[in-house]
């Protein structure tokens, strides 16, 4: 159904328009449903093009991990002094990226935002994707792989001994696996009625069985109902301070140090609010392509883009004041290793990727101060791109050029990645996006019973009518 | 087969008692025949094995598996069945031996572990070591253990299965009559054993010659000066001025570590001793590490240095008719300056000239040196050795079809010889030539035959030193390849005779000692280091004849004007010996920072003049002689001067160093045996990638190429390596702590106390220091730390504990330099240790920085948050294409790390743990005397400018010296705490240049 066949319906005259638009509940469940529905061999051949490029790309990651373990960290360009470099920016990209979700589900959902209803359960979902595409790179990039986990808090025979938790990776360890764990009970929780519907219009006993088991025996109950808000509600409660603490641990990795354009005390919230700029940028990349493709127009609208453009506004401009600050107090501070990291970060070997960082962040998600053009899907869809981009270079650019030139010049160094560091990158991308494929193809992109809370057709009102204050729930 | 065999063999006790056919019985030469085909190395077991030596030749196969070329001197083997008194299993012992190079000894002390050699240090008692090795030294353990070190015989240049006993055949075969057409040729000789067969060669073939060859050779001036030769012995911790005319004392040009001994004792001073500080002025064409650690220095080209050195003997008034020609503003007042400080100086005063200056130079250094009546130099009698002429003579002979068999003993002469020799084209004149050679190198393939030689550590031997001193050079093992040493050879040629060398050289010292003591004396000599009853040369009263001097003056040649060319042996290999020695290769030159090669080098001023551009190959060419070097930009250089470092491009050399560099040998002719001028540069369009430990934080398109520009200007305001004028600190002993603005830090913690037990410290003396690499390589030898190879150095993966960094000061064209070496700081509030995930470093009760190999994972975060950047990481398994020789090198008492972990300076952990056991087993717990630990690259300095000990004795060397005004802590502003502190380098300016 398009936008088109909705408004040359002369019943639907609408004065404010909706958040999403259907013509019942019935077929919305239906357009969405139809999606993960249909049969397997059917699906479209730009699919399988699509899936089986991106699953080529994930393969090269599994060769490029193989060869890293099998060769070691050389065959990545760090080197002394840049002992991290695209596999930690990887890491942090990737984590800020699974912000979204998160905010998406749980504060806006606490801030009763009901246009999430449309967006949460990818968003959920390109988290957790995210998330198991950042935890490659903090695994894969110690030197000994196979000890990685003396990271964690385990019983272990080898070395009978704790972590040291003064160490912020530690933190890391505990922050990030609390998230993901948070994250994919969140949206398994959601998933749950969801599931209960596809298993009820399933026709093939294995759908049936599967879906069975999945939506653990839920029967749309008012009971049920009532235990599902409530533990929704626990968990959007539980996530939320994730939102936070998650990219503020990540942030202390580099904050605690004592390294020059690392040791401060802006990252937290610089990194929290970069985080969700880089996650809504991504939401967008992909929604945007599951809006054309899956025709859900009607679903994801205009209404939906604009607000989280102004999202990205919002955030990129915080962006843009820490990016100040930081360079404010490196010379309010006078300290000459701060001035001279943050002249070597504009003006130094590396400008050109700071000053990618500079516009794509801060000056670029300034056009959105224009409604025109926040309205603009290719606007919005370009700007999506360079926000990511941007992103991981502000990554590289506090994590790797912040270690090429530290205190003693004798010890500066330069980064050069290697085809290896390439691949792996590119590699998790490809994983990424064909978990999300996978995801997109087998369960609801859009979380029906949420969005059918926000049905237009409940606030439908004829022409002269006032219109209705918002109705709760 | 005979009967009378059979019933002798019946008879013996040691014959076999069952037999299996009367021929194994009578042990007949073809039943030995058929049993060595049959079983290869079996013909040996047929000699009468009782069942106790069956057993311990399989207890010893088992035991020594893996090892098989671990063995002690045949002689020395004693059967563990037995046990032996005092000897540990594990434990390691030294024994004293000596090592020449280029024709001077050093004495040393070699650790050996289970019979082989792990690590070299100097030996206290010898006169030219006192304790220190140079980094040539230090790495010769990884020489003994070259997988590419000659095993094998080469005739005609091919590897061939004929061994000893066919090359005996050969030698037999040789008509050498009355030796007419017989000569040898071998490095400088300075074994008195090798002394007495070469008299007796000659004795046997009087027609014979013997040439000494070194590649490094000069002339020291002393016949032009004294007209007789003569050793020159500068003493460096005698005077109070000095001047170098080109030459680099404290570097190559030194061969052991004694004139940096000597020099630094004037550099390390307290702040009661302040008035002890020497003056060094150097004028030189290259930047030298003496050039480094000069308070003044001049820059003129070989030419240049030369008329300075004129000019300089005319303004002191020692060269009587000699008038001073001039030059710039600078000059002039450098000359006049240092004119007034020598004659102020006087017998305190002292002159040297390096290799790359004529006799006449040196001549006018002695002229100089009498006329100030310098107590800091004496000279003692000399025999002619090495020298360019006697080799020159040599090749006409072998072009003349005079020399029919040519006995090359160690030395490279066809790579090494100068080019317009043609070495190579007059040995294949020679019918018989034979090669003795530690590695099978370009003169090995061109001889008719290649003999292995054994390595220094692996043969008797003995060395004279400088002063007269004698000491035994002692193997540490068997010899592993069958080499022969020279004397061994020698004898061979005389008599056929295969002598061993231990008789040689023992019987050549018992026969100098009283007949009741010689064992006694051998024996104190071989623990010793040093034969006691040899006297030491008497220094001789000499004048010098300043008419001829003026004459020879006069006779050279006016100063060239045009491109110059310098050469310099390599702070690496040397003069190439040293190129398949990895450790060397990555070793950075002090001053270039470069690994794994060398370049044309040349000033920025001679860069723009000349268009030439940094990493281009240019070809070079002077006469009919060209080579390709690439041009790197060295700020300091000359102007108008290309220095070039020989020692580089082997073409036939082991894994290591063949094809490293550009071999400056191609246009090293005899009339440019150091420095010449004509030399033209033309570009070829090529780009070579120079790989240096300095500059890798620069980039290659957007910064200079030279690092002088950046690292001077970060580093004036970074308060790293500091520096005072003596005036200045005398005036304010807290200059330097001023340097640094420290805010009051403290904890919300409560201090871990530290006041207990030892707390291990150590102080590095910037003044003292010279930059001289020593502890680079002790360290890489004692820590066992890989050498990881050029392309890894670019990268940034070097895995040295300590390293020395260099920084510039001043403008690009005239800077200044200074050096500081950098281990680990042992930070006691060590930002490393809060980071590491898994507490795989963390902090012992003694203040180390402690390191679990163990238990890293290799997150590298502890690498991030280290300021100094210390921290190594094992990116790749360093150690994988390593042949399984090298491990013998391996010191045991340190981890070899695997890919994956951290690794770091230990302050020597293993020594420290050894003297704790010891203290323990004396009786005397917790009560280690100061100086017992010496960490590697502290007993390896020959400036003595690291010192480590327990900072909570006050008693203690190193406590007092963090109680000097000028120690610093760098970096004390972020409150780590470095245990490792710097006294500030105290520089002596004459206030008369200072303006």
């Known amino acids: 159904m398009s936008d088109v066949a909705i408004t040359q319906n002369p019943a639907l005259i609408e004065v404010n328009p909706p958040l999403v638009r259907a013509a019942d509940l019935h077929s919305l469940t239906e357009q969405i449903s139809t999606i993960v529905e249909g049969d397997v061999l059917k699906t479209p051949m730009k699919y399988w093009i699509t899936l089986s490029i991106t699953g080529s790309v994930t393969v090269l990651l599994l060769a490029m991990l193989t060869y890293l373990v099998a060769t070691g960290i050389g065959v990545w360009g760090n080197n002394r002094p840049i002992g991290w470099a695209w596999d ?306 502000e990554r590289f650019v506090i994590i790797a050029t912040s270690l090429t030139r530290d205190f003693l010049p004798t010890s500066w160094g330069f980064f050069h990645p290697t085809w290896v560091d390439m691949c792996t990158f590119a590699g998790t991308i490809g994983l990424f996006l064909t978990l999300f494929l996978i995801f997109a193809r087998f369960l609801p992109m859009i979380a029906i019973s949420e969005v059918k809370g926000v049905l237009s057709h409940e606030k439908r009102f004829f022409k002269g009518q006032k219109a209705p204050v918002e109705v709760n729930q | 087969m005979s009967l009378i065999n059979i019933k002798n063999a019946m008879k013996s006790a040691t014959g076999p008692k069952y037999w299996r056919s009367l021929n194994e019985l009578s042990q007949t030469a073809e039943f030995r025949e058929w049993i060595g085909k049959e079983f290869p190395g079996g013909v040996e077991m047929l000699d009468g094995q009782s069942r106790r030596n069956v057993l311990k030749v399989m207890a010893a196969s088992f035991g020594l598996a893996g090892l098989a070329a671990c063995r002690r001197p045949v002689d020395h083997i004693l059967p563990y069945s037995h046990g032996v008194e005092n000897l540990i299993p594990g434990q390691a012992y030294f024994y004293s031996t000596v090592y020449s190079l280029a024709g001077r000894a050093t004495g040393l002390l070699v650790e050996t572990h289970d019979g082989r050699p792990t690590k070299v240090e100097g030996n206290p008692d010898h006169p030219s070591s006192l304790g220190a090795a140079t980094a040539f030294q230090q790495a010769a353990v990884l020489s003994l253990y070259d997988p590419d070190r000659s095993a094998r015989f080469l005739e005609n240049g091919k590897p061939t299965e004929k061994s000893w006993k066919e090359f005996d055949a050969y030698l037999k075969s040789l008509s050498l009559g009355d030796g007419s057409g017989l000569r040898f040729l071998s490095h400088a000789v300075n074994s008195p054993s090798l002394q007495m067969m070469r008299g007796e060669a000659l004795k046997k073939f009087p027609k014979a010659k013997w040439v000494e060859f070194e590649p490094t050779a000069y002339n020291n001036g002393t016949e032009l000066a004294f007209g007789q030769l003569l050793t020159v012995h500068p003493q460096f911790d005698k005077a109070k001025v000095v001047v170098s005319l ?28 302040l008035e002890n500080l020497n003056r060094l002025y150097a004028v030189e064409s290259q930047f030298s590490i003496t050039g480094m650690n ?60 390096g290799p790359r200056q004529s006799a006449s130079v040196h001549a006018v250094a002695h002229l100089i040196n009498e006329s100030l009546r310098s107590q800091a130099v004496t000279y003692t009698k000399a025999e002619p050795s090495a020298s360019l002429e006697a080799l020159t003579a040599l090749t006409s002979e072998m072009n003349a079809g005079q020399v029919s068999t040519l006995f090359i003993f160690g030395g490279n002469p066809v790579y090494s010889a100068p080019a317009d020799l043609q070495f190579s084209a007059a040995l294949s004149k020679v019918a018989n030539s034979v090669h003795l050679g530690e590695e099978e190198d370009e003169t090995a393939v061109s001889a008719k035959w290649h003999v292995p030689q054994a390595h220094f550590l692996e043969s008797w031997s003995d060395a004279r030193s400088f002063d007269g001193t004698v000491s035994i050079q002692q193997p540490m093992i068997d010899a592993m390849y069958g080499g022969k040493t020279p004397g061994e050879m020698v004898a061979l ?19 100098q000692f009283p007949e009741k003591d010689a064992e006694t004396m051998w024996r ?29 003056i006069a006779a050279e040649p006016k100063s060239a004007s045009g491109l110059e060319i310098a050469f310099v042996p390599s702070y690496s290999t040397f003069d190439g010996r040293f190129a398949n020695n990895g450790w060397l290769q990555e070793a950075p030159d002090p001053m270039t920072k470069l690994v794994w090669g060398n370049a044309a080098m040349v000033s920025p001023a001679t860069a723009r003049a000349q268009n030439l551009e940094d990493s281009a190959i240019v070809t070079l060419s002077r006469g009919n002689y060209k080579m390709d070097a690439a041009i790197l930009i060295q700020p300091g250089l000359a102007d108008g001067v290309i220095v070039m470092a020989i020692g580089y491009g082997r073409t036939k050399c082991g894994r290591v160093g063949t094809d490293v560099g550009f071999n400056a040998n191609l246009i090293r002719t005899s009339d440019a045996y150091w420095s010449a001028s004509g030399i033209s540069t033309a570009p070829t369009g090529r780009a070579y990638t120079h790989v240096t430990t300095a500059e890798r934080g620069l980039d290659p398109h957007n910064d200079p190429p030279i690092l002088v520009k950046e690292t001077a200007d970060h580093q004036n305001s970074r308060p790293i390596i500091r520096e005072v004028s003596l005036e200045e600190y005398k005036k304010n002993p807290k200059a330097v702590e001023e340097m640094n603005e420290v805010p009051t830090l403290q904890s919300i913690y409560p201090e871990r106390d530290y006041s207990k037990g030892y707390q291990w410290g150590m102080s590095i003396d910037l003044t003292a220091c010279t930059g001289c690499n020593a502890c680079v390589v002790a360290c890489q030898a004692e ?179 963090k109680k000097q005004e000028r120690d610093y802590a760098m970096m004390a502003e972020i409150d780590v705490r470095p245990r490792t502190t710097y006294l500030a380098k105290i520089h002596n300016p004459n206030p008369e240049l200072e303006a």
């Open chain 1, 88 to 393: 930690i920016t990887n890491f942090v990209f990737w984590i800020g990226i699974g912000h979204a979700g998160t905010l998406i589900s749980a504060i806006l959902f606490l801030f009763r935002q009901k246009w999430r209803t449309s967006i949460n359960r990818s968003a959920e979902a390109m988290t957790l994707f995210a998330v198991m595409c950042a935890g490659i790179f903090p695994l894969f990039h110690t030197g000994r792989p196979w000890r990685a986990y003396w990271l964690f808090p385990v019983p272990n025979t080898d070395i009978t001994m704790w972590q040291n938790f003064r160490s912020p990776l530690i933190w890391d360890v505990f922050a990030v696996s609390t998230y993901f764990t948070v994250s994919l009970l969140f949206w398994y929780t959601g998933l749950v009625p969801d599931l209960a519907t596809l298993r009820d219009r399933a026709i093939s006993k294995i759908k049936q069985w599967v879906f069975g088991i999945l939506s653990l025996g839920w029967r749309g109950s008012a009971r049920h109902w009532r235990n599902y808000e409530a533990a929704y509600l626990i968990l959007a409660g539980i996530s939320t301070p994730l939102v936070l603490s998650v990219h503020s641990v990540v942030s202390f990795d580099f904050a605690t140090s004592v390294i020059p354009g690392w040791h401060t005390t802006i990252f937290p919230p610089y990194f929290v609010a970069g985080a969700i700029f880089s996650g809504f940028a991504c939401v967008m990349t992909l929604l945007l392509v599951a809006r054309w493709t899956l025709n859900l127009q009607n679903l994801i609208t205009i209404k939906h883009l604009e607000n989280m453009n102004k999202i990205i506004l919002v955030t990129g401009s915080i962006v843009g004041y820490a990016y100040a600050c930081e360079f404010f107090i490196a010379w309010f501070s006078g300290n000459i290793y701060e001035r001279f990291t943050f002249w070597n970060r504009a003006f130094g070997p590396y400008w050109w990727a700071a000053w990618s960082m500079y516009t794509r962040n801060v000056f670029i998600p300034q056009l959105y101060w224009f409604k025109k053009l926040r309205t603009n899907l290719w606007v919005m869809f370009v700007i999506s791109i360079t926000t990511n981009i941007g992103m991981w270079f």
């Open chain 2, 246 to 273: 080109d030459s680099d004392f404290l570097g190559v040009d030194s061969l052991t570590p004694l004139p940096t001994k000597q020099f630094s004792k004037r550099r390390r001073i307290t702040d009661e001793t």
């Open chain 2, 294 to 353: 000069a308070d003044h220095r001049l820059r003129l080209k070989p030419s240049e240095v030369k008329q300075f050195a004129f000019d300089l003997a005319a303004a002191m008034g020692a060269a009587p008719g000699l008038n001073v020609v001039g030059g710039s503003d600078k000059r002039a007042k450098f000359l006049a300056a240092i004119t007034k400080d020598l004659k102020s100086a006087g017998p305190e005063a002292l002159v040297v000239a």
């Open chain 2, 493 to 511: 040629i005389i008599d056929y005779k295969d002598k061993r060398a231990y008789d040689l050289v023992r019987s050549f010292w018992k026969a």
């Open chain 2, 524 to 552: 104190k000599a071989l623990h010793d280091g040093v034969v006691a009853s040899v006297t030491r040369f008497e220094p001789v009263k000499v004048s010098a004849d300043a008419k001829r001097i003026a004459a020879a």
């Open chain 2, 783 to 961: 820590n066992n730390s890989p050498v990881v190879g050029k392309d890894q150095v670019r990268r940034g993966r070097e895995m040295h504990w300590i390293r020395m960094d260099r920084y510039f000061t001043g403008t690009e064209d005239d800077p200044r330099a200074v050096t500081q070496p950098l281990p680990c700081m042992q930070c006691q509030n060590a930002p490393c240790e809060n980071v590491c995930p898994v507490a795989a470093t963390s902090h012992s009760p003694e203040g180390l920085n402690d390191m679990a190999y163990n238990r890293c994972v290799g997150t590298r975060y502890c690498a991030n948050n280290c300021p100094y950047k210390v921290r190594h990481f094992n990116f790749l398994n360093f150690h994988k294409h390593e042949p399984a020789i090298i491990g013998m090198a391996y010191n045991p008492d340190v981890t070899v790390r695997m890919r994956g972990v951290m690794e770091k300076c230990t302050y020597c952990v293993q020594r420290i743990q050894e003297a704790k056991i010891k203290s323990q087993a004396e009786g005397r717990r917790d009560q280690i005397r100061d100086g017992e630990i010496k960490t590697a690259c502290q007993q390896t300095c020959p400036a003595e400018a690291i010192v480590f000990g327990n900072i909570n004795d006050p008693e203690s060397r190193v406590a007092k010296l």
